[in-house]
């Protein structure tokens, strides 16, 4: 991770515990991370959540952007991919990813972060971009430990 990128996403850490400081509901945080990832985050157009469901799917969660998919079979598309690894998918070219689910036709990259709660997939955390390789191996280590903060900041249905 690069020093300058490293910086970034530490100052958005700080902000970050400070803004779910003031409530614990997971659903409420859920709603106020996706945003302040929307506002912060450049060269974006998605920032939300896929959930885990008893079914094995993924349901939309809090986000911000277009309209998107409602369900995602577990295993299928980056996001289904990464919730059933359970590990971050940083993807330069959503077209060259096989089986890659488009909700947003503009999208051509992505990263996942999956959300880990007592060793189980909660569910994912998603963010698009209209350009090709907007992302990288150090937003994938960056968002992680966003969403670290969030787990810790929240109090979970699980």
Not at 34 to 42: D, K, V
Not at 100 to 109: G, T, V
Not at 130 to 137: E, K, T
Request: charged share 20%.
């Amino acid at each position: 991770m690069t020093a300058n990128i490293a910086e970034f996403y530490q100052s958005l850490n700080r902000q970050l515990e400070g803004l779910l400081s003031v409530e614990r509901n997971w659903l409420t945080n859920l709603s106020q991370f996706s945003a302040f990832l929307n506002a912060n985050l450049e060269d974006i157009n998605w920032a939300g959540f896929y959930l885990s469901q008893s079914s094995g799917d993924l349901l939309l969660g809090p986000f911000q952007g277009q309209v998107a998919c409602v369900r995602i079979e577990l295993g299928k598309g980056v996001c289904g991919t990464a919730a059933k690894t359970q590990e971050i998918l940083v993807v330069e070219d959503v077209d060259q990813f096989s089986g890659h689910i488009a909700c947003d036709a503009r999208s051509r990259s992505e990263v996942v972060i999956p959300i880990l709660i007592k060793g189980k997939c909660f569910g994912v955390l998603d963010v698009d971009s209209p350009s090709l390789a907007r992302f990288d191996q150090a937003d994938g280590v960056g968002l992680e430990v966003l969403v670290k903060t969030l787990i810790e900041s929240s109090d979970w249905p699980m």
